[in-house]
Nanobody, 126 residues
């Protein structure tokens, strides 16, 4: 298993930026594909971005493409989500997740990911 802890959430005005971090422990982070998801009140958890173990393959949801950047530092066992040009509709709890198999066509599905963090709140005011 792997333990995941998110940080970096907060309150920001529309157009602003935040960088989320996801610190991993308990299993070799560098062997894991990772993802970011978010869940707004009353809505289902949705895919935001995913990154392969090496960082060579990256996927984004259409809603964040061009504004968000996912990255990872395997030496520091940490994954990041740089969020720019934030919009009120980006308001949600953001979760990081670890997948124990390589990314393939199901990278957007929550069932792909076996470990989840506790989430960090991101609130974007208009």
């Amino acid at each position: 298993q792997v333990q995941l802890v998110e940080s970096g959430g907060g309150l920001v005005q529309a157009g602003g930026s935040l960088r989320l971090s996801c610190a991993a422990s308990g299993r070799t982070f560098s062997s894991l594909a990772m993802g970011w998801f978010r869940q707004a009140p009353g809505k289902e958890r949705e895919f935001v971005a995913a990154i392969s173990w090496s960082g060579s393959t990256i996927y984004y949801a259409d809603s964040v493409k061009g504004r968000f950047t996912i990255s990872r530092d395997n030496a520091e066992n940490t994954m990041y989500l740089q969020m720019n040009s934030l919009k009120p509709e980006d308001t949600a709890v953001y979760y990081c997740a670890a997948a124990f198999r390589p990314l393939n066509s199901d990278y957007q599905s929550t069932y792909k990911y076996g470990s989840w963090g506790q989430g960090t709140q991101v609130t974007v005011s208009s």
